[in-house]
């Protein structure tokens, strides 16, 4: 399985040169990816610019949008701009997309909240067409598209991930619950008569040592919307080695294929204690 690492450009007050920072450090850990949340009414970094910036001083690392909120952003325009950053990264972007969780990303967007599942649908089926008929795609690109993944829990979320995409990427938690909508994933794979197998891809969170406090104040914040299960989410945030290694080693026999561990403080030493505690 596969290591990634978010980076800061979803915590409140992150500076710009941390954000970049933690993207050559993640490389030279070896860490596989580096990837970004996406928010719009919050103290936070747009995703796609950040990777822009992080494919800028790097060049193996994958990048990765986990997720990015498409159905906030028009779709040719949108389809333009991951094709260019995959292109000018050398082909090392991943675009995972879902409709987001939060009404007040919409409450600031044209689009409006409705019918944002079907907009997804829409959306995804429009740039793979416009990516494969090759009119927005840069020349000099290495590839036609990116891989491209889809989050949900629901049957149409699922269905979409099957109907239109290379995999899943789940909203984390304890590897039994990536166990379970792994099922689904792949029934729904199966159901819609795709050959082989998707792509399986989760994250979670980290805060390590002394950051575990900051961390942990970040994460009932940010999930804040969800009420009383927001303790929930905070009290999955990893502090110690042993629980890093014990949520890999889950994922791991749950069968997931690439996992990032997103920062819960924007502290750039935390790259490097993180790789120390996989033992790397």
């Known amino acids: 399985m596969d290591i990634g690492i978010g980076l800061p450009s979803g915590v409140p007050g992150a500076p710009p040169d941390t954000v970049v920072d933690w993207a050559r450090r993640a490389e030279a850990a070896g860490f596989a990816s580096v990837a970004c949340v996406d928010r719009v009414r919050y103290d936070n970094y747009e995703p796609l610019v950040s990777l822009a910036a992080a494919a800028a001083v790097t060049e193996r690392i994958e990048l990765v949008t986990s997720i990015l909120i498409a159905p906030l952003r028009e779709v040719t ?35 409006g909240r409705g019918s944002r599942g079907e907009r997804l649908a829409e959306q995804l089926e429009r740039m793979v067409e416009l990516w494969e008929d090759g009119e927005i795609v840069p020349s000099a690109a290495p590839r036609t598209r990116p891989r491209l993944l889809a989050g949900g829990s629901s049957g149409p979320s699922l269905a979409r991930m099957a109907r239109s995409t290379d995999g899943y990427v789940h909203n984390g938690g304890p590897a039994r619950a990536f ?19 998707p792509a399986g891809w989760s994250m979670g969170y980290y805060a390590l040592d002394e950051a575990a406090e ?11 919307f969800t009420g009383p299960y927001a303790v929930r989410i905070a009290d999955e945030l990893l502090t110690s080695s042993l629980g890093v290694r014990e949520l890999v080693q889950g994922y791991a026999d749950a069968g997931c294929e690439h996992l990032m561990l997103f920062p819960a403080v924007a502290d750039p030493d935390q790259v490097e204690r993180l790789a120390e505690a996989l033992g790397w």
């Open 77 to 111: 325009t949108l389809a333009k701009q991951v094709a260019s950053l995959d292109a000018l990264s050398g082909g090392r972007l991943t675009l995972g997309v879902a409709i987001g969780a939060r009404g007040d990303d919409y409450e600031l967007n044209e689009f």
């Open 179 to 197: 166990a379970r909508a792994w099922d689904q994933v792949q029934a729904a794979w199966s159901d819609a008569g795709r050959p082989g197998r």
């Open 214 to 224: 900051a961390g942990r104040a970040y994460l009932l914040d940010y999930y804040a």
